[in-house]
């Protein structure tokens, strides 16, 4: 018979099975897949741990197709316990995958400490997790994935930090857990006792919905490209962002130095753009020249004397050229001149343009030609 034996690391492996192998057997099997002895195994069949050695499969009662979860047990005098730093490794749970059993023999599992308070770890500890992490390159993948913070902190290097965030959040699971208990102790009429009750069950409804996404929309993990476009203002190449949320085409001031338009800036046009940030505009360049593959434009530019990227393609240069974004050919297409212009691939984009740096500018306000506030294109 065939089965699937999986851990809380999404290793899966298949197994091909006699019914009458007994369950030593198969945690020898098993030992060379896993990366860990048998004797640290702790194997669980539909919620239920397999304790007898001696008993085979077929009474324990698994069939054909089943699927076995395999623990590690760390044993009380191995030395190499590991903090439970409630990194989420398990928080992730495998499609038709039963959960462990709630209620589980004293002698079945072993709950690593990291020392007597609970709530730190010792230095031997965070150096053996910082080592178990080093060779076993697939949980550092999990760790990156479910708790961003720690992984970050090994990356880094610095071995006092990684032990600081370790302690902190080691701190923040004894307060969280010592809260439940406290709950599963309190009156269940009181009012502090339905607000926990609350926050489980919202929080269960939160790791719920991001175990479907996982399994059936994992792509929305994922960075979405920006939309860039190669284009030449005054002669000089320019990577221009689209943005048909932005008010206005807006250009950087080292971008407009670069292009030598910083002499056309009229200052009368001063102001700020206002988005989820505030930044100042040092005037207007009424009529500049942009080229397009073959397509020759005007616009105007608003200067803005910090921003991130060289220029931003606003809603009034989009509507002015009948402008058609394609997602599906992935290309910008220019109404007025039949023009397409390719999207830039992730690749050709400087690593200044990454997702934390696009501009979110919505709205202008700037000082007119009579040096009065001009809210006319407030929204």
């Known amino acids: 018979m065939k089965l699937t034996v999986t851990t809380l690391t999404d290793l899966i492996i298949t197994l091909d099975v006699s019914p009458d192998m007994e369950l030593e057997n198969l945690k020898a099997l098993c030992e060379c897949e896993v990366g ?31 699927v076995l979860l395999i623990q590690q047990l760390m044993l009380p005098n191995s030395g190499h316990q590991l903090p439970d730093l409630g990194i989420d490794f398990s928080a992730i749970k495998l499609p038709n995958t039963p959960a462990p059993s709630p209620v ?19 230095t031997d500890t965070v150096e053996r997790f910082r080592q178990d992490l080093i060779n076993h390159p697939d949980r550092l993948a999990l760790l990156k994935h479910n708790n961003p913070s720690l992984a970050e902190a090994f990356l880094s290097g610095n071995k006092e930090l990684f032990a600081e965030v370790l302690n902190r959040q080691l701190a923040e699971k004894s307060e969280r857990e010592r809260k439940r208990i406290q709950m599963l102790n309190s009156d269940p009429f009181d009012p502090e006792y339905q607000k926990l009750i609350a926050e489980e069950i919202r929080q269960y409804n939160v790791d719920s919905n991001m175990e479907a996404a996982i399994e059936y929309h994992p792509e929305s993990f994922g960075q979405v490209t920006m939309l860039y476009i190669n284009c030449k203002v005054n ?14 085409t807006i250009m950087s001031q080292a971008c407009a130095e670069r292009c030598g338009i910083m002499r056309l800036v009229d200052r009368r046009w001063s102001g700020y753009a206002k988005g989820v940030g505030v930044q100042k505009i040092l005037g207007r360049v009424h009529l500049g020249h942009i080229e397009i593959d073959d397509a020759h434009l005007q616009s105007s530019f608003s200067i803005l004397e910090d921003q991130a990227m060289d220029m931003l393609l606003g809603l009034d240069m989009l509507k002015r050229h009948q402008c058609c974004i394609d997602l599906k050919r992935n290309v910008l297409v220019i109404g007025t001149t039949g023009t397409v212009a390719p999207f830039l691939s992730e690749s050709d984009l400087p690593r200044n343009l990454g997702p934390q740096s696009e501009p979110t500018v919505t709205e202008l306000q700037r000082f007119g030609p009579r040096g009065n506030l001009d809210n006319s294109n407030k929204k």
């Not at 007898?52 to 197709?65: C, E």
């Not at 190449?237 to 206005?248: E, K, L």
């Open 36 to 66: 860990f002895s048998a004797q640290e195994m702790v194997i669980t069949h539909e919620g239920r741990p397999l304790m007898d050695n001696k008993k085979d499969l077929k009474t324990y009662g698994v069939g054909d197709g089943d």
């Open 104 to 122: 589980t023999p004293p002698e079945t599992f072993s709950t690593p400490v990291a020392s007597t308070s609970g709530t730190s770890a010792s």
């Open 235 to 248: 002669g000089h190449p320019v990577r221009a962002f689209i943005d048909s949320g932005a008010q206005t």
